[in-house]
């Protein structure tokens, strides 16, 4: 047995004994503990996409974006009359607001189509570039032949892009946004839905009644899909992006969130 000399220093005595411990078995110096530190997930950020889903009578690109990749789905579109434009600057402001905000977005797809009638907003007419009221084209069962509503359901391309975009994203509600009627109307089962957007704006409910081969008597009564028609005050074309988001956008925010309420 190694022995340590007694006018040896305490320190050197100490490591002798460590030495000879490790080489007999008796001790194992262990490594410092190391610090895994796990790097943060990254957020899941939605994939924005747009895209053009179809053109009008005169070939105008009918853009469509879709935000988010969850299962409940909200089809939100506005200026199916041309002349009732203020709702595109609002949905598009929406757009923004939901790609920096993506948490609204959790188990959530929103489809945008900023424009319906893109012919009828540049020559400011309610028709389409072949005279026809859009909201009046659909396959709904109180639909009615006329110049005006069109020989046939669905005859004008924009009209068959926007049931397209419903067969294909199969909304959970849907909101198309009108002037100037300056209130919020519903058809189908969405009772409940407009009054949980009203809560949200100045905008009063008020039951309009299904307009023949409208877009809410298609979507509403023969889907069965709740569709609110969201009726601006006339004036509102004269009111800048951020004032008509001021004004509604928590009320848009409030239909893609619902039921939950919005925080």
Not at 78 to 86: D, L, S, Y
Not at 89 to 118: D, I, W
Not at 133 to 159: K, T
Request: proline share 9%.
């Amino acid at each position: 047995m190694f022995e340590m000399n007694e006018k040896w220093p305490i320190a050197l005595k100490v490591c002798v004994l460590l030495v000879a411990l490790a080489v007999t078995g008796c001790y194992e110096p262990t490594a410092p503990p190391q610090l895994i530190i796990e790097p943060a997930p990254s957020p899941v950020v939605p994939p924005a996409q747009y895209h053009v889903a179809g053109r009008s009578v005169q070939g105008r690109p009918i853009m469509c974006l879709v935000i988010g990749q969850g299962q409940d789905v909200t089809l939100l579109l506005a200026t199916i009359h041309g002349n009732e434009p203020a709702g595109t600057p609002l949905v598009r402001r929406l757009a923004e607001h939901l790609q920096q905000n993506l948490h609204l977005l959790q188990g959530r797809k929103v489809v945008l189509l900023p424009t319906a009638n893109p012919d009828g907003m540049a020559h400011n007419t309610r028709y389409n570039a072949h005279g026809v009221d859009l909201n009046r084209n659909f396959a709904a069962a109180n639909r009615r032949n006329s110049p005006r509503h069109g020989y046939a359901a669905l005859s004008e391309p924009e009209a068959r892009i926007i049931a397209s975009i419903i067969r294909q994203y199969n909304p959970d509600r849907i909101v198309s946004i009108h002037q100037p009627l300056t209130c919020i109307d519903y058809d189908g089962p969405a009772a409940e839905l407009a009054r949980r957007m009203a809560q949200y704006c100045n905008l009063p409910i008020r039951k309009l009644g299904a307009q023949p081969g409208s877009l809410g008597s298609y979507a509403g009564i023969t889907l069965a899909i709740p569709i609110v028609t969201f009726e601006l005050p006339r004036n509102a074309n004269n009111l800048n992006q951020e004032t008509l988001w001021a004004r509604y956008g928590t009320a848009l925010i409030a239909a893609i969130v619902y039921p939950n309420g919005v925080k």
